[in-house]
């Protein structure tokens, strides 16, 4: 198991979810170490009914991290009945969801960048792109302005 300890030692949000204290070399927070074993290891019931690790690999704590940022995969990560990557799933899911915000922000700086003597020497395909974006963009407010006033 020292790969997966050196693993959650190495993430600073897992070091941080289980608060790390580097002078003492020990995780501080008690449940959510309880929590850290109970997903690496096999753990029996009180009949005896032995539960199978959810982590089994270095790579499945790195991942934590991910699991670890988001209140609904953590809920899933903590049901018995669900697997690792079933709450990997979901917190994957909720950062694509995310995601678009990112790639508009790359978009806008594209447009910001684009030099005035290529502006001057459009072609007609390039030009088509530009006012299908600002026609999604118009679509896109049109909708959320709509919505906002529902």
């Known amino acids: 198991m020292y790969p997966m300890f050196h693993e959650a030692v190495s ?3 897992i070091r941080q979810w289980l608060q790390w204290d580097e002078s003492s070399s020990e ?6 170490l309880r929590h850290f074993y109970e997903l690496i290891a096999s753990i029996q019931n009180d009949e005896g009914l032995e539960t199978k690790a959810k982590i ?19 809920m899933v ?19 694509l969801q995310h995601a678009w915000t990112t790639q508009v922000a790359e978009a806008n700086k594209a447009l910001a960048g684009i030099p ?3 502006l001057r020497r459009l072609e007609p395909e390039h030009l088509a792109v530009l006012e ?7 679509d896109v407010l ?5 919505l906002a006033r529902s």
Do not use: C, H, W
Request: glycine residues 2%; charged residues 30%.
């Open 132 to 138: 299908t974006l600002s026609q999604t963009l118009q």
């Open 27 to 32: 995780f501080k927070d008690e449940t959510n």
């Open 142 to 146: 049109d909708t959320y302005r709509r």
């Open 116 to 118: 005035a003597l290529e």
């Open 11 to 13: 993430q600073p949000m």
């Open 77 to 95: 990560l903590s049901d018995p009945n669900r697997s690792f990557a079933e709450a990997l799933a979901v917190a994957k899911t909720e950062e």
């Open 56 to 74: 089994t690999t270095a790579n499945e704590v790195r991942e934590l991290k991910t699991i670890i940022g988001s209140p609904e995969a953590r």
